[in-house]
């Protein structure tokens, strides 16, 4: 019999407000394209592979090509921003970090780009590792346009270590709203349970379910605001207005595997109708701030809400 006393239960609303006591810091670095660019792999994922390799080389204790088993993992910059923590780790303490302190948005995700374009590459950091942003901006400006010098340049938008910054949460009486992705939502498809819960739009429950996983993880790591568990307003009233989500097929650049690798997503933009909708106003305003998904660490998962 589990000793385990269960999480108190809070609404929604009430529930996503915990995003307000994060510690964020971000910087952003304007970026215009001179001249016709191909990367050849998605630009976001060749962005974060050398902000990661550059910030490895920065912050090694060692020396070592390879983090895994280094004895000094626990006490270096690297490790704790970018290595899997022993007690979340399955087997050696080696790979994709059991929740990142950080996030990377505003960056294309396709591999070319045109002359005269422009995008913002924006980081966010949360947490005790804040103080890090000046090596993360560092980092970023060398990520970026290291990858075209004569055909891109940047001007940062953001001093270094800039102030402490609260995401804002939203609260709209309007029982519609649009939910657009502005980078693709590496999401599960929705289930059966999904499609029973919500029938005119089962990737909304999907979307929230992930939004839930995301802010959640983040609270629990790096505020000390206590544990609870969220209640999804009843959605099966929901109509689907125009527009949906679609599935996706993406591919990455593995800067550790030196491979491409494929990713399964959604997108596209949507605007719906409901009455318990205004209920989800608080969370959908905390994860255009977070995002949502998997691989936000990359650049994916980047979301835009309107009335």
Not at 85 to 101: I, K, M, T, W
Not at 127 to 146: C, I, M, N, Q
Not at 154 to 179: F, K, N
Request: charged share 20%; aromatic share 6%; with cysteine.
């Amino acid at each position: 019999m589990s000793t385990f006393a269960p999480l108190p239960r809070l609404p929604l609303a009430t529930w996503a407000r915990r995003v307000q006591a994060l510690d964020l810091r971000a910087t952003e670095l304007e970026v215009a394209v001179n001249e016709p660019f191909d990367a050849l792999d998605p630009i976001n994922s060749r962005i974060r592979g050398i902000l990661g390799a550059r910030l490895r080389d920065a912050w090694c204790l060692t020396g070592e090509e390879s983090c895994e088993g280094c004895c000094e993992l626990e006490n270096c910059h690297y490790g704790r921003t970018f290595e899997t923590p022993a007690e979340v780790a399955r087997g050696p303490s080696h790979g994709s970090h059991g929740v990142h302190p950080f996030w990377l948005s505003g960056i294309p995700t396709a591999s070319r780009l045109s002359a005269g374009s422009t995008f913002s590459a924006k980081l966010t950091l949360a947490g005790p590792d804040a103080d890090l942003l000046p090596s993360f901006e560092a980092a970023l400006a060398d990520a970026v346009l290291g990858l075209g010098p004569r055909r891109l340049r940047g001007r940062l938008l953001t001093l270094a270590s800039p102030r402490r910054s609260t995401p804002t949460i939203r609260e709209e009486a309007a029982p519609t709203l649009s939910i657009r992705s502005l980078t693709p939502l590496i999401l599960r498809p929705p289930s059966p349970r999904a499609k029973d819960e919500c029938p005119a739009a089962p990737w909304l429950i999907e979307l929230m379910r992930a939004g839930v996983r995301r802010l959640g993880s983040l609270s629990n790591a790096f505020t000390r605001v206590e544990r609870a568990a969220a209640d999804l307003p009843e959605l099966g009233r929901v109509e689907a207005i125009e527009g949906t989500f679609t599935p996706t097929r993406l591919v990455r650049h593995s800067q550790r595997q030196r491979a491409r690798v494929p990713l399964e997503g959604f997108e596209g933009q949507a605007r719906l109708a409901g009455p318990t909708l205004t209920e989800l106003w608080p969370l959908l305003s905390a994860l255009e701030v977070i995002g949502v998904g998997k691989s936000t660490s990359m650049g994916f998962g980047s979301i835009a809400v309107r009335t």
